[in-house]
C-alpha cells in the first residue's frame, strides 16, 4: 500500500482511535493539533503532497463538531483530502459550501460516519432492498404506511459532543443509514421536533417520490437514557391479503453486563475505504458520501 502522511486536529477519544487505526495501515501523522492555538504553530507550513513545506496527503479532523467547517474549508480551499467526523458542519448552508468547494477544487471530502460502514448494517441493506425490490418485482405496490422504518439510537449521558444538540449529534447517523437505501431527492420531511432538549429528538420522513414511494420512517435519539439502544425496525402491511414480515436489528452486540461491545470492523471498513477513495477508485461513491453528508446536517439542523 502507499505510505501516505497525515495531519491529526483533534487528539481526543476518536483522534485517537482513527490515528491508531491509519497507523496500523502504514501512515504517519507528521503533525497533530488538540486546539487552535497548537494548529495555528503548523498550519503555515502545510503544503499538498510532498513539496517542502510541511507535506500533507490528507488530514483527519475530530474536533469538536462546532469546528469541523473552519478547519475542513481550510484544507479544501489548499486541496488537501480531509476525513471529518461527523457532523460535517453545523448548518446546512455550511455544509453545502464544502461539498460544493470540494467538488470545485477536485479534493476528496469524506465524513467518517462509521455506522454506514457497520457489517451489520451491509447486511441489513442488502437483504432489506432484496426483499423490497422482490416485492416490486412481484408487482406489489408501497401505499404509505405500508413498509415502515423506525430507527432507535439511545445511550447514557456522556460529556462528548456536547457543543452540539442530538440531532447534530446521533441523528446523523441514522439519516446517513436511511440515505444510503433512499435517495435525498425523494424524501418529505413530514414532522421533526424541535428537539424535545439538547438530549432528545424524533423526526418523521416519507419517501414521495420514486420507486420505494409509500416508505416511511421514524427516528427516535436520546443520548441522555438509561439504556444503550441501536436498533432499526421493519414492519410490513399486509400485501394480498397476507401480513408481512416485521423484525428488528440491533447494530450493535453486547456484553453479558449490559455494556455496548466495540465492533472493530465498522472502523476499519471506514478506513479501508478512505483510503482506496485517496487511491483514486471508487470517486462517484465518494461524492454521493459528501452529499449524504450535508444533506444529513440540513435536515438534522432544521427546527
Request: charge should be neutral; aromatic fraction near 10%.
Amino acid at each position: 500500500m502507499k505510505s501516505y502522511n497525515a495531519i491529526l486536529v483533534g487528539n481526543g477519544t476518536m483522534g485517537k482511535r482513527h490515528r491508531a487505526r491509519f497507523e496500523a495501515c502504514g501512515v504517519k501523522f507528521i503533525a497533530a493539533a488538540d486546539n487552535q492555538e497548537e494548529f495555528d504553530g503548523f498550519a503555515d507550513k502545510l503544503t499538498c503532497g510532498t513539496a517542502g513545506g510541511l507535506p500533507a496527503d490528507f488530514a483527519v479532523i475530530a474536533s469538536p463538531a462546532s469546528t469541523h467547517y473552519a478547519y475542513a474549508k481550510f484544507f479544501l480551499e489548499r486541496k488537501i483530502p480531509v476525513l471529518v467526523e461527523k457532523p460535517l458542519a453545523i448548518s446546512g448552508e455550511e455544509a453545502q459550501e464544502l461539498v460544493d468547494l470540494a467538488a470545485k477544487n477536485d479534493t476528496l471530502l469524506f465524513v467518517a460516519q462509521s455506522e454506514c460502514y457497520n457489517p451489520i448494517f451491509l447486511n441489513f441493506r442488502k437483504h432489506f432492498l432484496a426483499e423490497l425490490n422482490a416485492r416490486l418485482e412481484a408487482g406489489d405496490k408501497l401505499p404509505a404506511g405500508n413498509v415502515r422504518l423506525e430507527f432507535r439510537r439511545e445511550h447514557k449521558y456522556s460529556e462528548r459532543c456536547r457543543d452540539v444538540n442530538v440531532s447534530l449529534d446521533l441523528l446523523v447517523h441514522d439519516l446517513s443509514l436511511f440515505f444510503t437505501l433512499f435517495r435525498y431527492e425523494d424524501v418529505d420531511i413530514s414532522f421533526k421536533t424541535s428537539a424535545e432538549s439538547r438530549d432528545r429528538a424524533r423526526m418523521y420522513l416519507k419517501v414521495a417520490r420514486g420507486p420505494y414511494k409509500g416508505v416511511t420512517a421514524d427516528f427516535y435519539v436520546n443520548r441522555d437514557s438509561d439504556v444503550d439502544v441501536r436498533t432499526i425496525s421493519v414492519s410490513y402491511g399486509r400485501q394480498g391479503g397476507s401480513p408481512g414480515s416485521n423484525y428488528t436489528v440491533s447494530l450493535a452486540r453486547y456484553l453479558d453486563n449490559g455494556e455496548i461491545a466495540h465492533i472493530p470492523d465498522s472502523l476499519e471498513n471506514e478506513h479501508r475505504f478512505f483510503l482506496k477513495l485517496l487511491d483514486g477508485a471508487c470517486g462517484d461513491w465518494g461524492k454521493r458520501i459528501a452529499r449524504i453528508a450535508a444533506d444529513c446536517v440540513k435536515l438534522a439542523s432544521r427546527q
